[in-house]
């Protein structure tokens, strides 16, 4: 809570400006977009007035150039607001204790086989985007995170189901540990049937009666290799932080140790940070759910680093 207090002081002192600037650029391409609906409306009702094809044709080619101007336009302000504030954002986030500087990339994503090497999810993924990829270092554990969407062919129907979409993150321990843990929510179960039974087929069992918090085993399934020493892998402020928030934003987490590897997802079905064109983007809560995303995160991986 502290830290979401002075996350607030910070955006009101340099997020907010930002803000207005490219809200101002906002405003100027909307403006152009209204103009320009204007100019192109007005073209087709002369078009339909002369009914000449020979001036429709003349008329096709310039319009279609103007369009494709409009069209990089938007993309120019999408693909400015989201790194100019991104960056800030982690400008605070990385000012931390045990908090090295990350570093952001709009176009990275971690690789498939580092998503499905987690053993979370179970899936040939054959569609699999990501973006706004993250890197840095908490205490002495290196990280890499980055937006995630990815999906697989129906079994009933011809569509593409989602087999995960939100945030993924991938960090790696410096020292030898071993023991291998896998956290489900427990409201979905039914979803990850393969992966529990892949999981289990590996020698894994359920751990629920080794968790100490009530409320992470109401809402969690933990499965873990035998003689894996739960608690001190999981531990009991680590299980608080995960079982909080999700009470709080009602999303789904998931938490997978391998032996030195850390793998967390935590679900998010809006892009993060994608920028309105017809309203406003001054709005503390458009960056707050970033921050805390992220913010949970680094400090699973920053409880994990003091543990051990």
């Known amino acids: 809570m502290k830290r979401l207090e002075e996350f607030r002081i910070y955006y009101n002192q340099t997020i907010h400006p930002e803000l207005i600037r490219m809200e101002r650029r906002r405003r100027r391409l909307l403006r152009l977009l209204l103009f320009s609906a204007l100019i192109v409306i ?111 062919v129906s079994p009933v129907v011809n569509r593409l189901n989602f087999v995960f979409k939100g945030v993924f993150l991938y960090a790696i321990f410096p020292e030898e540990t071993e023991g291998e843990i896998i956290v489900w929510p427990r409201e979905y179960q039914q979803y990850h049937t393969r992966a529990i039974r892949e999981f289990t087929w590996a020698g894994a069992v359920n751990v629920d009666h080794e968790i100490l918090n009530e409320r992470f085993r109401q809402k969690f399934l933990t499965y873990a290799t035998e003689e894996t020493h739960v608690i001190s892998i999981l531990t009991a402020p680590m299980q608080e932080a995960i079982v909080q928030y999700m009470e709080q934003t009602g999303k789904e987490i998931y938490v997978s140790f391998l032996d030195q590897e850390i793998y967390i997802a935590v679900t998010e079905p809006k892009d993060i940070l994608e920028p309105h064109i017809l309203r406003s983007n001054l709005s503390f809560e458009l960056v707050r759910e970033f921050f805390e995303d992220v913010n949970l995160l680094l400090h699973i991986v920053e409880q994990f680093d003091q543990t051990h």
Do not use: H, W
């Not at 069209?71 to 090295?100: A, C, H, S, W």
């Not at 090497?117 to 040939?124: G, L, M, T």
């Open 42 to 152: 007005g073209l087709i009702i002369f078009e339909i007035y002369l009914n000449l094809l020979l001036v429709t044709l003349l008329l096709f080619i310039p319009l279609a150039v103007y369009m494709f101007y409009l069209v990089y336009r938007i993309r120019e302000f999408v693909q400015t607001f989201k790194p100019n504030v991104m960056n800030l954002v982690l400008d605070f986030i990385d000012d931390g204790p045990n908090r090295g500087t990350l570093s952001y990339q709009a176009e990275g994503k971690l690789s498939k086989e580092q998503f499905l090497d987690s053993r979370i999810f179970v899936s040939p993924a054959p569609y699999y985007q990501g973006e706004d990829y993250i890197a840095g270092r908490v205490g002495e554990m290196d990280f890499e995170l980055c937006e995630l969407d990815v999906r697989e």
